[in-house]
């Protein structure tokens, strides 16, 4: 398998932890009750758990532009050095960005945001102009 799969099936695996972290915040301040609920009147919860629950969003956001990218080039022969490095500095900002956003830590978290941004941006660059099985740039 590709190494780009590899990164993005992590990614997809890291969505997944983030939406259990972010649960068990939940019900732990509003318990299970309220979390398994429809959540009709939700209280708010504590300023952790909306941030947890903001960072569980912006990572399908991200998933949502990485993850064609990535089939894209390797579906189509573009997949190359530079994509794999970028698919991996992705999960490496992904793997940042949840603590992060969870402490708090401005201006770092939106920093490690746009890195991965740069990351996807750039894969989505190869999908569009970089001819098939492009090695070492």
Request: proline content about 5%; cysteine-free; overall charge positive.
């Amino acid at each position: 398998m590709r190494g780009e799969l590899t990164a993005l099936t992590l990614v997809v695996l890291l969505q997944v932890l983030a939406i259990f972290i972010a649960g068990a915040q939940m019900n732990r301040e509003l318990g299970a009750k309220t979390n398994a609920g429809p959540r009709d009147h939700m209280p708010e919860g504590s300023p952790l758990l909306g941030r947890l629950r903001r960072a569980v969003n912006n990572g399908f956001e991200g998933l949502a532009l990485f993850a064609p990218l990535v089939l894209i080039v390797v579906i189509t022969g573009k997949a190359s050095d530079l994509t794999l490095w970028a698919a991996w500095i992705y999960l490496a900002a992904r793997l940042a960005y949840i603590p992060a956003y969870a402490m708090g830590l401005a201006p770092w978290r939106s920093l490690i945001w746009g890195l991965g941004l740069a990351a996807t941006l750039l894969i989505g660059f190869v999908a569009l102009f970089a001819g098939p099985a492009v090695q070492g740039i």
